[in-house]
Structures are given as structure tokens and as C-alpha cells.
């Protein structure tokens, strides 16, 4: 019994890990197709995000982590769709520590006055947790314009 518990926990971990690797391939496509469709080309993280700097550079220092930030952002969906902005001059001030994994990697990215193009993986976004009552579905890569207006 005992050694039909472990088997069982193996072929499940094998299992789990397959889905995850199947969901990176299928976020890579969508990301490729993304691109190819725009005639876009990107630069890719190590951690699979794709950034396209426009001001890459800006004026300022570059954010770590830990350092709270004021934005101005559009995130949208493949097709279009956009889920959430800051509407006009507006900006809004974030902690990096609190957001989601591809806000923490593309924002150290920019420096303040920087802007760019940021695809996540489903896995950087939101994964299977989606917000609630929201256009973005389980496994969604999501795309964000991001500029760094300054680091608080």
C-alpha cells in the first residue's frame, strides 16, 4: 500500500510538471505568433518574458524590487482587449514587492522616463488565478505598455 502511495505521488509530481512545461511551450507560441503577426521583434528574459524597449534607457536610476514605483500603463490581452490603464495624464504608484512576476522583472528594466512593450507568460501574469470577474482567463498571456515615470 505504502509503496502504491508513492508511485502515485510520482506519476502525479510527472504529471504536474508536464502541464507546466506544456503551458510554457503554448505561452511561447502565443508570445511568437504575437510577435510575427505584429512584425515585432523582442528580446527575451531568461525567465521567458519578451520586452520590447521604446525609451529603454530614460534619465533616471533603474528600480530593484523593493523600490515603489509611479506608472503610467496599458494591459491588454493578444487580441486586443485591454483590461485595465491608467486613463489619461493619471499615474499611479505601485510597490514592486506586491505586483505580479512580470511587472517585478520588466520594470527594473526601464530606468525613470523609460517606456516599454512587456508579453508574459501566463506563469508570470496570473497563471490559473485570474482576478475575479475579469476578461483575463486562466493561462492568459497578458501584455502591458509600461512607463516609468519615477521611483518613489
Not at 505568433?33 to 529603454?56: F, K, M, R, W
Request: charged share 20%; net charge negative.
Amino acid at each position: 500500500m505504502k509503496n502504491w502511495m508513492i508511485l502515485s505521488l510520482v506519476i502525479f509530481s510527472f504529471a504536474a510538471c508536464k502541464k507546466d512545461v506544456d503551458q510554457v511551450l503554448v505561452d511561447q507560441e502565443k508570445i511568437e505568433s504575437y510577435l510575427t503577426d505584429n512584425q515585432l521583434t523582442a528580446q527575451v528574459h531568461p525567465s521567458g518574458l519578451h520586452y520590447i524597449l521604446d525609451e529603454p534607457l530614460g534619465t533616471g536610476e533603474h528600480p530593484t524590487t523593493s523600490d515603489k514605483v509611479t506608472v503610467k500603463y496599458k494591459g491588454y490581452l493578444l487580441d486586443g482587449t485591454v483590461f485595465d490603464q491608467t486613463q489619461g495624464d493619471k499615474t499611479i504608484s505601485f510597490s514592486l514587492t506586491n505586483l505580479i512576476e512580470g511587472w517585478k522583472i520588466g520594470i527594473p528594466l526601464l530606468k525613470e522616463g523609460g517606456k516599454g512593450t512587456f508579453l508574459l507568460p501566463s506563469a508570470l501574469g496570473y497563471g490559473n488565478f485570474p482576478p475575479p470577474r475579469s476578461v483575463i482567463s486562466a493561462n492568459e498571456v497578458l501584455l502591458f505598455d509600461i512607463e516609468l515615470i519615477s521611483i518613489d
